[in-house]
């Protein structure tokens, strides 16, 4: 029966983690265990554990990446008498936990990215918080765009995954989406952005994911240097980690709930070597080895969805 076990948070911080910190201390101690907290992520499992509360940190670590790292982690583990861990972040820590797990440490990992790219979760901890900090900026945008009669791209983050972006843009009222999964062409970008203010808007609005070649940038410059031709100018904000940032939403509290403590049990009951996932609607867990496959481009009908509201 596991006495002992420690909770990290790794790779990017997403909102809600804090509530899955929370749901592992609380459940972990209603069900008799002992909780530790490991600060900054995989590194403060290779430079030492410390009890902690629930704002843990989180890093990337590459050491950790090493066989060297991986050692001197368990090491850790066994000298602080830990005898199961609890790692919440994305598919780069889950990668992670699967090393630990296939060493025979046992781990549990809990879904928790804001982009929205780990194989098999619906939605993972962080995303709609995310989706809502950027429409609220949007929103403004919007405002100001109007009053100028301007045109804006906006940036949002996912290095490789456009979720974020199609979904903001579909709930945005983007006139174009560019997304890394999907071959753009900046003078088609101009285009629809032409035909949007041809239709009668006041404001136009592409929405890019940070990853796509044509990012926010890449994009504002295109038009710079083809201003004469197209007509107007593109102006580039780029949301970057504010989409990280602030306290997450009542959706994310409950996820992270849910999944952090469904990860204890599971720990708890001598389970390993799974994550704990909203899937198709249910609270499941996933083998860890799934977290290493790419997720599948985004739904082709919400790609269509996105061109068909814009016009
Ligand atoms: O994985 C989450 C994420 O926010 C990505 O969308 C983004 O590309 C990346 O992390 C940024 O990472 P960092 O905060 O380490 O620069």
């Known amino acids: ?46 430079e030492g554990i410390h009890v902690g509360g629930t704002m843990l940190g989180s ?18 583990l066994e000298q602080n008498r830990v005898e199961g861990l609890v790692v919440i972040g994305g598919n780069g820590s889950l990668s992670g936990a699967h090393a630990l797990s296939q060493a025979g440490f046992p781990v549990v990992g809990v879904a928790s990215t804001i982009d929205n790219d780990l194989n098999g979760a619906d939605i ?37 995954h456009g979720y974020l972006a ?38 136009a609005m592409v929405v890019v994911a940070e990853g796509a070649k044509w990012n926010a940038t890449a994009l504002a410059n295109y038009v710079t240097n083809h201003r004469e031709r197209i007509g107007f100018e593109l102006r580039a904000t780029i949301l970057g980690h504010v989409q990280r940032g602030g306290g997450p939403g009542a959706f994310d509290r409950l996820l ?14 001598g389970e390993s070597g799974v994550y704990t ?7 499941s867990a996933l083998p860890l080895e799934r977290a290493l ?15 068909r509201l814009a016009r």
Do not use: W
């Open 166 to 203: 199609l979904m903001v843009g579909i709930a945005g009222g983007a006139d174009v989406v560019v997304i890394p999964e999907v071959e753009s062409d900046p003078n088609a970008v101009a285009e629809a952005l032409r035909d949007a203010y041809a239709r009668g808007k006041r404001h």
């Open 256 to 269: 992270a709930s849910r999944t952090a403590a469904a990860a204890v049990d599971l720990l708890a009951a």
């Open 124 to 160: 993972t901890i962080g995303v709609d918080t995310a989706l809502n900090t950027a429409l609220e900026a949007i929103d403004r945008l919007k405002t100001t765009a109007t009053s100028h009669q301007r045109a804006f791209v906006v940036e949002v983050m996912g290095r490789s």
């Open 59 to 76: 890093a990337r670590c590459a050491e950790f990446r090493t066989p060297e790292g991986r050692k001197r982690a368990l090491q850790v």
């Open 277 to 283: 996932a909203l899937v198709k609607g249910v609270i």
């Open 1 to 46: 029966m596991v006495k002992r076990i420690a909770v990290l948070t790794s790779g990017g911080d997403a909102p809600g983690m804090n509530a899955a910190l929370r749901a592992v201390v609380r459940v972990g101690t209603s069900s008799g265990l002992e909780v530790i907290g490991v600060r900054q992520g995989y590194t403060g499992l290779i």
């Open 293 to 307: 496959i790419p997720k599948a481009p985004p739904d082709p009908e919400l790609v269509k969805l996105a061109q």
